[in-house]
């Protein structure tokens, strides 16, 4: 069989290796970058760190003793992924800096693929791994094209600059933004963060693992697996079952924890106020930080409040009239989170597109298959449990089910498998109704939430997600075998 991956990020990577290792020896993979690693490749901000600890953040068959934080910085990722991908070969599978831009379903049962470069292929099977937090997000500010400075996404870093005479201004107060306070914040000539909404920081020790702990690691590959299957458990339990219900227990314990940490290293009371969220804990991504509180307290360094007015040569005008003086900006505001596959251009079964399918929202069965595309799979698709668990965990897991259904083709019991249609709207309406007792749904604003406020995100426990991968229902997938 012929597979297309598109995306060589973490879940290209894992696809690649996998399929290859199952034997299938017809797979490329398309990359419109020059290397791999995705997500790592393009946050290259200071302070850049993974938030899941590094130990469950690997591939469980490439468990890495040399992690050198409990929560690695994002340079040492992004060489994690680009060593795999060396070892496995996926290099010289893919094609880089070539951007697939049309996936047409041809009737004689398989797919066409187009690319930037004119490229075209035909393959029996796509695994689309494009990334969920891909294209950047930025707020359209009046008088954006008259800073004099510069001005950049936080993903798209200018690493030409020099910071330590310049004074900076990050807009955002998500993971990215803390993680930019604290590496930037009191190290250059003066710091603004302005501030929309204030978030429930949860303070987390960042301990390095010392030269004789990461020998022990490579002595004793056991030990990994042991580490690496303890922080699953711990993660589950302590944080992706809690925020799936606004009720529970570890919910308390968060929210606890993270009122001590404002109280305690706030001293400052209208600091203090000013960086008091009036939601509930964990409704937004919960942001975790040993140092955030300190970093803001940090010389040369203001929180901003007052609402962004716009944006002149010189700085930010808030609408308080205040002009805050600033040589760079940072747009620390997120991504478009229901891009998924698009702007590629899918045209599925009898000519349905895409764009039409998704033209309310993005959804899919189980995040993986859409009826009417058959042979079409995503990993960190649609409505999946992108902000409870561990995405590597859950791309294995996905991916192990696919590969369920792509044995399915490869046995030639069927030709054809997609999402049933009302297996598809059914999985959706409990999707819906389940996430009503999340705790995204409690009162904030957030990137989770789609048009109708409602998160579009997993919203049952780990356990479930991994009963479900388990093994795919038949009875939900619409199977055609050969005549
Ligand atoms: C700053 C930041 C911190 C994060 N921290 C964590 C964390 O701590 N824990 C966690 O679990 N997750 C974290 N995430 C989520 C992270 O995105 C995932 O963990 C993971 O890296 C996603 O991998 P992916 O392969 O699905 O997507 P990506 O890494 O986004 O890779 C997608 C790839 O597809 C390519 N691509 C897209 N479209 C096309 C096309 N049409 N043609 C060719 N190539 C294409 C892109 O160039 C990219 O290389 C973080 C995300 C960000 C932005």
């Known amino acids: 069989m012929r597979f297309a991956v598109i995306g060589a990020g973490m879940a290209g990577i894992l696809s690649a290796v996998k399929l290859r290792e199952a034997g299938f020896d017809e797979v490329t993979v398309y990359e419109k970058a020059d290397r791999v690693g995705g ?18 953040y690997s591939y469980s068959f490439e468990l890495n003793p040399q992690w050198s934080h409990l929560f690695s910085p994002g340079d040492e990722i992004q060489k994690y992924f680009e060593s795999v991908s060396s070892k496995y070969g996926v290099e010289e599978m893919t094609r880089f800096g070539d951007e697939v831009i049309e996936c047409e379903w041809l009737e004689r049962g398989c797919w066409q693929i187009r690319t930037r470069s004119g490229h075209d292929a035909e393959v029996d099977v796509i695994i689309a791994a494009t990334g969920v937090l891909h294209h950047p997000s930025k707020p359209e500010i009046e008088g954006m094209d008259d800073f004099g400075g510069s001005m950049f996404h936080s993903a798209r870093w200018d690493h030409d600059l020099d910071l330590d005479n310049a004074r900076v201004g990050v807009i955002g107060t998500g993971s990215t933004a803390t993680q930019i306070t604290s590496a930037l914040a009191g190290n250059v000539a003066h710091f603004d963060l302005f501030q929309r909404t204030a978030q429930w920081i949860l303070p987390q020790e960042n301990p390095a693992y010392d030269e004789s702990q990461r ?17 699953s458990t711990i993660f589950a339990e302590g944080f992706a079952d809690a925020v799936v219900d606004a009720d529970s227990p570890q919910i308390h314990l968060i929210a606890d924890a993270c009122l001590s ?32 509180y300190e970093a803001i307290q940090r010389p040369r360094t203001s929180l901003v409040t007052s609402g962004i007015d716009r944006i002149e040569k010189n700085g930010i005008r808030t609408v308080d009239g205040v002009l805050h ?32 399918v998704w033209t309310d929202r993005p959804n899919a069965y189980l995040s993986i298959s859409i009826p009417e595309f058959p042979n079409l799979f995503m990993l960190n698709g649609p409505n999946g449990p992108v902000g409870n668990f561990s995405l590597i965990e859950v791309a294995e897991l996905q991916f192990d089910y696919i590969f369920q259904l792509i044995q399915c083709l490869d046995s030639g019991d069927a030709t054809e498998v997609s999402a049933d249609p009302a297996a598809t709207r059914s999985f959706e309406a409990d999707r819906v109704e389940a996430a009503k007792s999340t705790v995204w749904v409690t009162g904030c604003r957030s990137w989770y939430l789609d048009d109708r406020g409602i998160p579009s995100a997993w919203p049952w426990k780990f356990s479930r997600f991994q009963e479900e991968m388990a093994a795919p229902n038949m009875d939900h997938w619409d199977v055609r075998s050969p005549t």
Request: hydrophobic share 40%.
């Open 39 to 56: 997500t790592w490749r393009e946050n290259r901000y200071p302070g850049v760190a993974c938030d899941v600890p590094s130990h469950l």
């Open 325 to 356: 003086e600033l040589d760079v900006i940072v747009f620390a505001t997120g991504f478009q989170a229901d891009a998924f596959m698009r702007p590629m251009n899918v045209i599925g079964r009898n000519g349905i597109e895409l764009a039409e």
């Open 215 to 231: 020998a022990a690691f490579a002595d004793d590959p056991k030990s990994l697996e042991d580490i690496h299957q303890q922080f």
């Open 261 to 292: 940490n404002l109280e305690e290293n706030v001293p400052d009371g209208e600091l203090k106020e000013s960086l008091r969220p009036d939601y509930v804990a964990a409704c937004k991504r919960l942001v975790v930080s040993p140092d955030f």
